[in-house]
Every structure is written in structure tokens, then in C-alpha cells.
């Protein structure tokens, strides 16, 4: 192939390229309001409006910052699973993970561990858990439903057989991994700047 032939096969690879792309976003902008995204966003949008007009306060620093925050963690979580459905399994032991996780990176801080090491270990926890859940699915080729449904009872009933529903709270030390992902900016909390960077960079 001569220069000439590579620059023309090099053209026309570029101009069906652009016709591809220029298409695609024609059809996304035509289609747009038919997105499943767009009708939540606008569902979301609308039930604010409801809630703001019955209560000037639910957008305010008393209740807002609690919405959010319960939507970052559940939207962090979410994205996790997200990639397990698109797959074609399920998780639902995400919940009871998530505890245990809790309990154990809360419970190693305040017997004295730095923060960012018990944060490790509840990771790896959640790391473990979710090999185990995997590694009986494809072992045995049970469905992902019964065996996370499994998991999620055995956990649940450890946590609540081993430690009877009592509330834990934190005792340990600040740390810069702490002060990053807890507090507030204003009276946004910080952790909902973590779920808007994650659902980014994931999207």
C-alpha cells in the first residue's frame, strides 16, 4: 500500500467514524426523554418539589444532609451490584456484608488499630465474603440467588445471634482517611462528593 492509499483508507476510516458518532448522538438526543435515567431524574426532581413545597425545611441543613447520606451509601453499594447484574448474577447479602464490614472496622478502632488499617480489614472482609459467594456459585453451579441468599441469613444471624442488635459507636482516634471521607463540606456530607466521583468514573 503506497502513502497515498494509507492516507485514504486512513480518511474514509475517520469519516465513518464521525457519521457513527454524529448518528449515535442523534439518537440519543431524539430519544432522550425515553431514558430510563432521564424519567428517574425527573421523578426524583419532582418528588423534591413536592416534599420542598409541603416543608421549606426538607431541603434545609436538618434534613437534607440525612437524605444524602443514606443515598451515598446505598448508591455506592448499588454501583457494586450494578456490575453483578449487568453479568446476569445477583448479590443480596450486600446488606449483611456491609455490616459485618461496619462492626469491623469500627470495633478494631476502638481497640486501638489506626483507622485506614481497620478500614483494610473490613475490606478484605467484604473482599472474601464476596469470593466465597462466588466461588460456591460456579463450584457447585448453584444460582447466585440461593447462594447469596444463603450468605445473607448465615451473616445476619451471626451478627444478631453473636451480638443481639446492640449499637456500636465509634471511640477511635481522627485520621486524615477519617476527616476524608466523614464530615461536611457546609452541610453536604462529605461522603456524597465520594458517591458523585465513583458513579463518574464508573459511568
Known amino acids: 500500500?503506497?502513502?497515498?492509499?494509507?492516507?485514504?483508507?486512513?480518511?474514509?476510516?475517520?469519516?465513518r467514524y464521525l457519521i457513527d458518532v454524529k448518528e449515535r448522538i442523534g439518537i440519543t438526543k431524539k430519544e432522550m426523554w425515553m431514558r430510563l435515567e432521564t424519567r428517574v431524574i425527573i421523578a426524583l426532581i419532582i418528588i423534591f418539589a413536592i416534599f420542598t413545597f409541603i416543608s421549606k425545611e426538607f431541603i434545609g441543613p436538618r434534613i437534607?444532609?440525612?437524605?444524602?447520606?443514606?443515598g451515598a451509601e446505598l448508591g455506592i453499594i448499588a454501583m457494586g451490584e450494578a456490575l453483578l447484574i449487568i453479568s446476569g448474577e445477583i448479590d443480596i447479602s450486600v446488606a449483611s456484608v456491609y455490616g459485618w464490614g461496619v462492626l469491623i472496622g469500627t470495633q478494631l478502632t476502638n481497640m486501638g488499630l489506626p483507622f485506614p488499617i481497620s478500614v483494610l480489614a473490613a475490606l478484605a472482609f467484604g473482599c472474601f465474603a464476596g469470593?466465597?459467594?462466588?466461588?460456591?456459585?460456579?463450584?457447585?453451579?448453584?444460582?447466585?440467588l440461593i447462594t447469596t441468599l444463603g450468605s445473607m441469613w448465615i451473616l445476619r444471624g451471626l451478627l444478631i445471634g453473636l451480638f443481639g442488635g446492640h449499637f456500636?459507636?465509634?471511640?477511635?482516634?481522627?485520621?486524615?482517611?477519617l476527616n476524608l471521607l466523614g464530615g461536611k463540606i457546609a452541610f453536604i456530607p462529605k461522603l456524597f462528593?465520594?458517591?458523585?466521583?465513583?458513579?463518574?468514573i464508573f459511568s
Do not use: C, H, Q, V
Request: aromatic share 16%; hydrophobic share 50%; glycine share 10%.
Open 64 to 70: 437534607l444532609p440525612g437524605i444524602l447520606l443514606l
Open 168 to 177: 456500636f459507636s465509634y471511640r477511635g482516634k481522627e485520621s486524615l482517611l
Open 131 to 144: 469470593f466465597l459467594n462466588g466461588f460456591i456459585t460456579l463450584k457447585f453451579k448453584i444460582p447466585s
Open 1 to 15: 500500500m503506497t502513502n497515498s492509499d494509507s492516507k485514504i483508507a486512513t480518511k474514509n476510516f475517520l469519516l
Open 193 to 200: 462528593f465520594w458517591f458523585l466521583g465513583l458513579g463518574i
